[in-house]
């Protein structure tokens, strides 16, 4: 099993629309959370962390369950411009290491 | 500009030869990964720095693969005797020493092909 699995996608929706992914990892000692995006050919950036109460930024909501390992990115009103990879991502480990272990990826395309 | 750079952006190189990239972190941080990423995948962590000290390397990291860090600064990653296999983008990203420092910070990557 890996140890961090994603929605396989692609996922096409219009512009407008909500869109939700999800995420699960193994490690139960996985300390902290992220939702990266890719763009095509480009390095990934960091988009938000995730935090157990929950957390919304504009039109991004991201929410952890820590009982079910469960990672979930909500996108709200989606724009042409979100046409990405969606990549979670997990910290492993509390040390100063904090190596990102990541997903797959979902790909996302909005379209006019 | 004051971000992660890599260089080079592209290598193309025969099977067999060997090649090393590049990464400057941003100046004042004390931390940096190499990270390698091939089509349709999440990137892989090959292996940490903190200063000059490489502190953990990933199983993916062959006999074949070397990270340096020599000052604490920029960083090295040569690999030798390259085989079609090595054909993927190589991400470097650097974090800073707080202790609420989390966030990695990516250069734009080099993309190695060996044909």
């Known amino acids: 099993r890996k140890e961090v699995e994603q929605d396989p996608g692609p996922f096409n929706v219009p512009e407008g629309a909500t869109v939700a992914f999800n995420c699960t990892y193994s490690?139960?000692?996985?300390?902290?959370f992220f939702w990266y995006r890719q763009d095509c050919r480009k390095e990934p950036k960091l988009l938000m962390s995730v935090y157990s109460s929950g957390n919304e930024d504009g039109r991004f909501t991201a929410q952890l369950n820590r009982a079910s390992q469960y990672i979930s990115l909500l996108i709200r009103d989606s724009k042409l411009s979100d046409s990405a990879t969606y990549l979670c991502?997990?910290?492993?480990?509390?040390?100063?290491?904090?190596?990102?272990?990541w997903g797959l990826g979902t790909s996302l395309a909005v379209n006019p | 500009d004051t971000g992660v750079s890599q260089n080079p952006r592209h290598k193309i190189t025969k099977r067999g030869q060997n090649v090393t990239f590049r990464c400057d972190p941003i100046?004042?941080?004390?931390?940096l990964y190499w990270y390698r990423q091939t089509l349709g995948q999440g990137p892989e962590f090959l292996t940490y720095?903190?200063?000059?000290?490489?502190?953990?390397k990933s199983r993916l990291l062959s006999d074949r693969f070397s990270a340096e860090r020599p000052k604490g600064s920029f960083s090295t990653l040569e690999i030798q005797r390259t085989e079609q296999g090595d054909s993927a983008m190589y991400l470097c990203?650097?974090?800073?020493?707080?202790?609420?420092?989390?966030?990695?910070?990516f250069g734009p990557g080099t993309r190695l092909t060996v044909t």
């Open positions: 991502v997990v910290t492993p480990n509390a040390g100063n290491n904090r190596k990102l272990i």
């Open positions: 100046s004042e941080h004390n931390r």
């Open positions: 720095f903190q200063n000059e000290a490489q502190l953990e």
């Open positions: 990203a650097s974090r800073g020493q707080g202790a609420n420092s989390y966030e990695q910070y």
């Open positions: 490690n139960s000692a996985s300390q902290s």
